[in-house]
């Protein structure tokens, strides 16, 4: 089975009611705000950029975050560095969860507000502190950013999508307000090539998706990678962490290959097995997404 084909029977649709509801509070909000700082995955940055931000942002000064960079390889993020330096935008990667690159973060969005208290003294206004606001998909480490921003735990955060379901404001310093919102998601998702990968990091909402379908397809999109780009992952993940070869098999057939060699047959908690490696990096530092002119 193809790629194409496995999103097609793959339908991802996921669009809970307190993110209906906060999406419109954000809009609202969004008039009060200075900063936009939108998070995104490092092992997806195109599949966690939300379409319709651009359009909510507008000229608004926006700090591009690309978490989770223990997740990638140091020449993976080189290449993203580079291809978003092309696009006209500065990447700041992170390890929210360790506080890695959060102080570059911290200094960029006070830097938008030294502009900001400079344009309202010209026109004969107090300075006041800066205004941002966190935006990016569920479980991409907003909150984990906000607390390690601030020092302290504030807003709770988890490894879970949808556990911030309201608007929040918190301040950072004198100098710099932040206000977390949950993830937002676009209404439909067009993109299934993108949802699944949403779906695989753990970026969008269980109850969205089958487990050994979107495992099938890490499988398929692993060996894709291996051919087309093997020199930034590492070497053999798949038979290095369960020792089967998965060259000669589709996703499918590994996945059931699997279960047999290790699970006792059941091809389910083989799934959720193989899902969950690769989300705690037990199979090695692998994007799911490269540069497009790579």
């Known amino acids: 089975m193809s790629l194409t084909q496995n999103y ?5 649709q996921w669009y809970p009611g307190h993110i209906a509801k906060a999406e419109k509070q954000l809009k609202e909000q969004l008039t009060r705000v200075d900063v936009v700082l939108e998070v995104r995955d490092a092992r997806i940055p ?3 950029h939300h379409p319709q931000i651009d359009e909510w942002v507008g000229d608004k000064a926006r700090i591009l975050v690309l978490n989770r960079l223990d997740m990638i390889s140091p ?3 080189s290449l993203w560095v580079d291809w978003f330096k092309h696009q006209g935008q500065v990447a700041y990667f992170t390890n929210a969860k360790q506080g890695q690159g959060v102080v570059a973060i911290a200094k960029a969005a006070q830097a938008a507000g030294v502009k900001l208290n400079q344009r309202r003294r010209d026109r004969g206004m107090l300075p006041r502190p800066v205004r941002a606001v966190v935006i990016g998909f569920p479980n991409v480490g907003k909150s984990a950013l ?7 735990r504030v807003v709770e955060s988890a490894a879970r999508p949808g556990v911030t379901r309201s608007l929040r404001w918190v301040r950072i310093s004198e100098h710099l307000e932040l206000l977390d919102a949950p993830g937002v998601i676009p209404l439909k998702m067009g993109n299934q090539e993108a949802a699944t990968k949403l779906a695989i990091c753990d ?10 379908l979107v495992a099938s397809t ?14 930034l992952l590492p070497p053999s993940p798949l038979y290095t962490r369960y020792q089967l070869d998965p060259v000669l098999y589709t996703g499918e057939s590994y996945l059931h290959a699997l279960a047999e060699h290790r699970y006792q047959g059941d091809v389910e908690r083989t799934a959720r097995h193989l899902l969950t490696d690769f989300r705690k990096g037990l199979l090695g530092t692998i994007p799911l997404e490269l540069p497009r002119n790579l």
């Open 203 to 212: 970026d969008i909402g269980q109850a969205s998706y089958d487990n050994q």
């Open 75 to 77: 020449q993976v993020r």
């Open 8 to 12: 097609k029977l793959n339908l991802i």
């Open 146 to 152: 906000i607390n390690r921003l601030l020092g302290k």
């Open 218 to 231: 890490l499988i398929d999109l692993l060996n894709q990678l291996q051919e087309t780009a093997g020199n």
């Open 46 to 48: 195109l599949a966690t």
